[in-house]
């Protein structure tokens, strides 16, 4: 499953690990925050290194749906439910700059960028409200939305709200380019070292899965979901799957759409370099781990698609993992017993784009001495009673998860081998075991997630064992796919 993003022969190369050299700053993740990051920092004349579990663009940056936008679903209204106008406002005008910094980063750059309308719509009468409230929220929140009765789509719909001249952009055409701008100010980025713990005293210093180690006066995280569990954010942050599509299919520009309730809708065009066009559909978002068939997902957007663009032919599947925080602000600055010397961005909610570069502005301007104005009012927020109540019941699920995974591996027999492309858990012996067949290989791996416990799930599109507690994933064999774990399953019979 590899995205059309990634579906390339000129990702950016790794430099040597800068074992011995004296660094002011690491970053972890070669996504948009990590590199965004660093180039800010090596512009600022800053030794900066990249450190990067696979390679630039692996996880999230390069699987979106890249739409730079400032409505986003119905966002805003989601936070206004949670937080003060005050915060939402600083949530508005953080992603505005990060958008017009991504916009003007790309025209120095000869990154393409198309212009397009966004719109949040109403798939369903009783959607109508909703979408109501978002267009409320943006305009009480400077934004200059329009509300249209009906919307000119080629699907059903009741009306929504619609922002004009937002972007779109293809992100790793953006990845490359940010990776050539570190290399030229001075930065290295490192690829194929995944960090698995970090000094707790003393200067920063990173441990890496195959026995190196680096050291820097600063550490960024800046990899989806924390790698370091010191701030106990997988306990605030909800891991959200989604899935996307693209299709050979000659069109005009059009707008990027995204429906307001569930299941999701997401829509935009991807003009090519040889003036053919595609389309991206995407959706079905759901809890990591917690589907009961990701194939059954994706095939629902198929059917989805086949129905209103006839004629779309399918080129490229794939998906994407992104984090909620409770009350739908990201959570930027200091990572909490970090001595002041580690610093985190996490909880996107899929709208990484501006999100990303408001993220790497905000980090980078407080590790220079100069905070930006917005990062005040989201950095002291406090949580409410609706933010609270959003916690509870994570945690609440993860739970009844942990204890749902137990029984039902209690209660199998040792899986037998099972036939390809499936995957099974069940008792064998004292622990869970899984066994999976992937392109005729079959392995046998403990169910267990390395980063707190939980059993494992298979998932059938994407053949990897994900942990329904806070969205660690790994390979059929046990390796590292997505955080917050950071070690390999253990082997069945170790």
């Given at each position: 499953m590899t995205s059309l993003w990634l579906d390339r022969t000129d990702l950016p190369a790794s430099d040597p690990l800068p074992v011995d050299e004296h660094l002011d700053d690491i970053v972890v993740g070669a996504g948009l925050t990590g590199l965004t990051t660093a180039l800010l920092l090596a512009r600022a004349g800053r030794r900066v290194a990249v450190i990067e579990a696979r390679h630039v663009g692996a996880v999230t940056t390069g699987n979106t749906t890249a739409k730079l936008s400032l409505l986003q679903g119905t966002k805003l209204s989601t936070i206004l439910q949670k937080q003060s106008h005050n915060v939402a406002q600083a949530y508005v005008d953080g992603n505005l700059e990060g958008q017009k910094w991504l916009v003007r980063f790309c025209a120095d750059h000869d990154v393409p960028v198309q212009t397009r309308d966004a719109i949040t719509y109403a798939a369903q009468p009783q959607q109508v409200a909703t979408v109501r409230k978002e267009h409320d929220a943006a305009r009480s929140l400077g934004l200059d939305v329009q509300w249209h009765d009906s919307l000119d789509l080629p699907f059903p719909n009741h009306g929504g709200v619609m922002l004009a001249e937002q972007y779109q952009f293809d992100p790793l055409d953006v990845l490359i380019a940010l990776a050539r701008q570190v290399r030229e100010h001075g930065g290295t980025i490192h690829e194929g070292h995944r960090v698995v713990s970090a000094s707790k005293t003393g200067r920063p210093?990173?441990?890496?899965?195959?026995?190196?180690?680096?050291?820097?006066?600063?550490?960024?995280?800046?990899?989806?979901?924390?790698?370091?569990?010191?701030?106990?954010?997988?306990?605030?942050?909800?891991?959200?799957?989604?899935?996307?599509?693209?299709?050979?299919?000659?069109?005009?520009?059009?707008?990027?759409?995204?429906?307001?309730?569930?299941?999701?809708?997401?829509?935009?065009?991807?003009?090519?370099?040889?003036?053919?066009?595609?389309?991206?559909?995407?959706?079905?978002?759901?809890?990591?781990?917690?589907?009961?068939?990701?194939?059954?997902l994706v095939d629902e957007l198929r059917e989805w698609t086949a129905t209103y663009y006839p004629g779309a032919v399918e080129t490229h599947v794939w998906s994407a993992q992104d984090y909620q925080s409770h009350d739908g602000i990201p959570y930027?600055?200091?990572?909490?017993?970090?001595?002041?010397?580690?610093?985190?961005?996490?909880?996107?909610?899929?709208?990484?784009?501006?999100?990303?570069?408001?993220?790497?502005?905000?980090?980078t301007s407080s590790l220079l001495g100069e905070p930006v104005s917005w990062s005040k009012p989201m950095s002291r927020r406090i949580t409410r009673p609706a933010g609270a109540a959003k916690i509870a019941e994570l945690n609440l699920a993860v739970g009844v998860h942990l204890a749902k995974g137990l029984v039902s591996a209690e209660l199998k027999e040792a899986p037998d081998t099972p036939p390809e492309g499936e995957g099974r858990v069940g008792r064998d012996g004292v622990l869970p075991t899984g066994v999976s067949t992937v392109d005729g290989r079959t392995c046998a791996v403990r169910a267990v997630c390395t980063h707190l416990g939980g059993i494992l799930s298979w998932n059938d599109q994407e053949k990897s064992w994900d942990c329904p507690l806070h969205g660690s994933r790994f390979s059929p064999d046990g390796e590292v796919l997505e955080g917050p774990a950071t070690r390999a399953l253990h082997q069945a019979g170790d």
């Open positions: 210093t990173l441990h890496l899965d195959g026995g190196a180690q680096v050291s820097a006066d600063e550490v960024v995280l800046a990899t989806g979901t924390p790698i370091l569990d010191r701030g106990l954010y997988f306990a605030k942050l909800e891991p959200m799957r989604s899935y996307a599509l693209a299709f050979d299919f000659a069109t005009t520009p059009m707008p990027m759409a995204l429906s307001a309730g569930t299941p999701s809708r997401s829509v935009r065009d991807i003009p090519r370099t040889d003036g053919a066009t595609k389309l991206m559909v995407g959706g079905n978002g759901h809890t990591v781990g917690r589907a009961d068939s990701e194939a059954q930027v600055g200091y990572l909490p017993r970090g001595g002041g010397k580690f610093h985190v961005a996490t909880g996107f909610d899929k709208w990484g784009m501006s999100n990303a570069v408001a993220a790497a502005r905000n980090l």
